[in-house]
C-alpha cells in the first residue's frame, strides 16, 4: 500500500510551435491543431480525411498554444517539479516531438531575452534564487555536468579534448541507479557561473542542416544538476539531502523524404530515430502494465533515462507538435505517445544521507583545514607570549574567532619576530669582543630562524587560501536576502505560483466534471413519454457509433503508422546495405586477405556496448606466458646474428651486406705474369704454347674472397699498358 500511495503519474504538457514562413507560403489550408487551454485537450485534424470524419482529441495535463509564453509554461508545469528538486527528489524534464517544432527553443529560449529564456536559464535562476533566499543555517553544494549521445555513444560535453575523447561507459548503482563514469562535474557557485558551463558544452555539442531544420540538433543532450542541501535535523546532526534535475534536450525524429540527409547524416538521422524508437518501445511497455519486460537496455538513451520512466524520479515530459498538414503523422505519432506517456507510474522518494554526497566530504575537509589553522594561530601566539615573557591560558572561544584574526596575528607575529631577529643580528655584529667565527655562526643561526619563520608563514597563507577556497564553494542562504525588494519579489514570485497551482487544479477538476457528466448523465435522465425515451437511447446510440468509428479509424492509423515505419525502416536498411557493399569491395580489392583474416579474428562483439571491439594482441593476463624473452645474442641488432657476423661489422665491409653473412665472388682483373722465350725449334714452341695454355701458379688465378674483405682497386692505366706490353712481346717470339 505505501508503494501505491508514493506513486505518482509523469506530467505531461503539449506545446504547438505557429506556423513557418515556408509553411505559410505552401498554402492558405492553415494549421490542423486546435487546442483547448481552459481544458487541456488537443484537437487533430485529418487534412486528407472527409468533412464528416471525427476529429482526434487527446487530454493532457497541460497544453500551448503558438501564442503561448516560456515563463507561462514554467510557471505553471516546471516550478514544481524544480521545488521537488530541491527538497530531495530526483527530477527530469524532457522535451519529445519532430525535428523541428520547437524543442530546444523550449529548453534553452533566447538566453539574453528575458521573455524569451526557456526551461533551463529559468531554471538555473529558480535554484540559486532558492538558496539565496533560504535559511542561514543551510549549506548547498551544486555541481553541473554536461554530456551527449551522439551515434550512440556517451560523450563529454565539458571535455577539453571532447573531439578526440573516447566514448564514456555508463555503469549502474544499485543505491544512485544508472550513472556516467569519468563524466566532469564542475561546483557552480552563481547562475554566471553554471550558464559558463552550458555554453562550453553547447559550443562543442552536434549541430547539422537540414531541408527541415537549418540548426537540427544530431544528438539528445543531457544537462545534470545535483543539489546537495545540508541542514541541521531534531537530533542536532547535519542530515544532507540530495536532489538530481536531468534537463533532457532530445533529437528529433525524422524522416528522410524529408529531411533530403545524405551520408554522414543519413548515419545520424538512422541512430536518432533507433534511439527514439527504443524510447517509445519504453513508454509503451510501461504504459501497459502487463509487460514483464522493460527494454531498457535497448539504447543508451533509454539506460540513463531509466529512473525516469518508472524509477525514483518526478518527471515532466514536453510534447512538441508542427501544426502544418504535411506534418499530420509525426504530429499524431507525437500524440500518441504522449497520451501513453501519461500512463507511466514513477515511484518517487527523497534522497536523505546518501553515502556518495559530497557536500559531506566537503564539510569535513573544511573542518580540518579549521583545526589547522586554529593550531597554527594557538602556536603563533604562544610563542609571541613566550617572547613577551607572559603567560598563555587556552580560550574556550579560540575556534569562534574569524580567519581575518588569524591572519592578522599571524602576520603580526612574523612582523615582530623579524624585526627581534634583526635587533640581535645587528647586536652581534656591533659586538667588538666576540670572535668572527663566533660571530658567523651566530648570524648563521638567526639566518637559518629567518627561513624557518617565512617558510612557516607561506605554509599559512597556502592553508588559509586552501581553507577560503574549500568554504568558497559551499552556497549559505539567507546572505543575499538583507533588503525589502528581495522580499517583495519572494511574495511576488509565490503569488505567482499560487495562481498557477490554482489554475492547474481548476483544469483537473473540470476534466474530472467532464468525465463524471457523460457516466451520470443517464441516471439524471427521466423520460416524460415513450417518444422522447426513444429520442434520447437514438441520441446515444448515434453517439456510441461514432466512438465506435472513431476507434476504428484509430485502428486503421495505427496499422498506417506501422505500414509507413517498416517502409522507412526498410528504404534506411537499402541505404545502408548499399554503403556497406561500397565498402565491401573496396575491402576485396584493396586488402591482402591475410591481412583481412587477421583483422576478423581479432574482433569481438560487445554486447554492453553495442559494438566490435579489438582482442588485444597478447592478452593481458597471460602475457607473462605468451611473450618469449628476447634472445641474448640479439641485444643491440635487429636479429640474432652469428658470433662470424659481429666481427665483420666491426671490421666493415659492404653496406649491402651489413645484416647478413653472404660469400660475394668479383671478377680479379690483375694481368697474368708472362715469361721471355728463346728461339727454338716450333715443336719447342708449341710445348712452352700447351704448358701456357694449363694453369700454374705464375698466371693469375681468380681466387675467391670473402666480403668482409676490402676489394682492391685496379686503375685502368696500368691494365692497358700490361695488355700492350703483351701483344708487343707476342709478334717478336713469332719471329
Known sequence: MSKTKSSESVKV???????????????????????????????????????????????FDAVYDANSKQRDLYDESVRPLIDSVLAGFNGTIFAYGQTGTGKTYTMQGAWLDPEKRGVIPNAFDHIFTHISRSQSDKQYLVRASYLEIYLEEVRDLLDPNHGNAR????????????????????????????????NVGNQARAVGATDMNEHSSRSHALFLITVECSQPGPDGRKHIRVGRLNLVDLAGSERQAKTGVQGERLKE????????????????????????????????????????????????????????????????????????????????????????????????????LRAQLNHRKWRSKQKKEQVDGEGWEGNGDEETEGEEEV????????????????????????????????????????????????????????????????????????????????EQQKMLEMKRHEIAEQTRREREIQQQMLVQDDETVELKETFTSL?????????????????????????????????????????????????????????????????????????????????????????????????????SSAVGYKRPISQYARV?????????????????????????????????????????????????????VCKSRSWCQTPKSITSSSSNVSLAACHTATPMTAQ
Not at 539504447?299 to 510534447?319: E, I, Y
Not at 500512463?343 to 534522497?351: D, G, K, L, Y
Not at 517502409?567 to 557493399?581: A, I
Open 531 to 631: 417518444q422522447q425515451e426513444v429520442e434520447a437511447k437514438t441520441k446515444k446510440l448515434k453517439k456510441l457509433y461514432a466512438k465506435l468509428q472513431c476507434i476504428k479509424a484509430e485502428i486503421q492509423d495505427v496499422n498506417d503508422e506501422h505500414v509507413r515505419s517498416r517502409q522507412e525502416l526498410e528504404q534506411t536498411q537499402n541505404e545502408l546495405t548499399r554503403e556497406l557493399k561500397f565498402k565491401y569491395l573496396i575491402i576485396e580489392n584493396f586488402i591482402p586477405p591475410e591481412e583481412k583474416n587477421k583483422i576478423m579474428n581479432r574482433l569481438t562483439f560487445d554486447p554492453e556496448e553495442d559494438q566490435w571491439k579489438f582482442q588485444p594482441l597478447v592478452p593481458a593476463e597471460s602475457k607473462s606466458s605468451q611473450m618469449k624473452k628476447r634472445p
Open 167 to 198: 566514448a564514456l561507459e555508463l555503469r549502474e548503482n544499485p543505491e544512485s541507479g544508472v550513472y556516467v563514469r569519468d563524466l566532469t562535474s564542475c561546483v557552480c557557485k552563481s547562475i554566471k557561473e553554471i550558464e559558463e558551463v552550458m
Open 13 to 59: 504538457v503539449v506545446r504547438c510551435r505557429p506556423l513557418n514562413r515556408k509553411e505559410e507560403s505552401n498554402g492558405p489550408a492553415g494549421g490542423i491543431v486546435q487546442m483547448d487551454l481552459r481544458l487541456g485537450q488537443v484537437i487533430l485534424r485529418n487534412p486528407r480525411a472527409s468533412a464528416s470524419e471525427p476529429q482526434k482529441t487527446f487530454t
Open 648 to 700: 665483420a661489422i666491426a671490421m666493415g665491409g659492404h653496406s649491402r651486406y651489413r645484416a647478413e653473412n653472404i660469400m660475394f665472388l668479383e671478377l680479379d682483373m690483375t694481368p697474368p705474369n708472362t715469361a721471355t722465350l728463346d728461339r727454338s725449334t716450333k715443336s719447342e714452341w708449341n710445348q712452352i704454347h700447351s704448358l701456357d695454355n694449363s694453369p700454374t701458379k705464375d698466371r693469375g
Open 269 to 368: 538521422a538512422a541512430k536518432i530515430n533507433l534511439s527514439l524508437s527504443a524510447l517509445g518501445n519504453v513508454i509503451s511497455a510501461l504504459a501497459d502494465g502487463r509487460s514483464s519486460h522493460v527494454p531498457y537496455r535497448d539504447s543508451k538513451l533509454t539506460r540513463l533515462l531509466q529512473d525516469s520512466l518508472g524509477g525514483n524520479a518526478k518527471t515532466v515530459m514536453v510534447a512538441t507538435l508542427g501544426p502544418a498538414p504535411q506534418h499530420y503523422d509525426e504530429t499524431l505519432t507525437t500524440l500518441r505517445y504522449a497520451n501513453r506517456a501519461k500512463n507511466i507510474q514513477n515511484q518517487p522518494r527523497v534522497n536523505e544521507d546518501p553515502k556518495d554526497a559530497l557536500l559531506r566530504e566537503f564539510q569535513l575537509e573544511i573542518a580540518r
Open 407 to 486: 591572519e592578522k596575528e599571524a602576520e603580526e607575529y612574523v612582523k615582530l619576530q623579524e624585526q627581534r631577529l634583526e635587533r640581535e643580528k645587528q647586536d652581534i655584529r656591533e659586538d667588538q669582543f666576540m670572535l668572527a667565527e663566533e660571530k658567523q655562526r651566530l648570524l648563521g643561526e638567526k639566518e637559518r630562524m629567518m627561513g624557518d619563520l617565512r617558510k612557516e608563514q607561506e605554509a599559512t597563507e597556502q592553508l588559509t587560501a586552501k581553507y577560503k577556497a574549500m568554504e568558497s564553494k559551499l552556497l549559505v542562504g539567507g546572505k543575499n536576502i538583507i533588503d525589502h525588494t528581495n
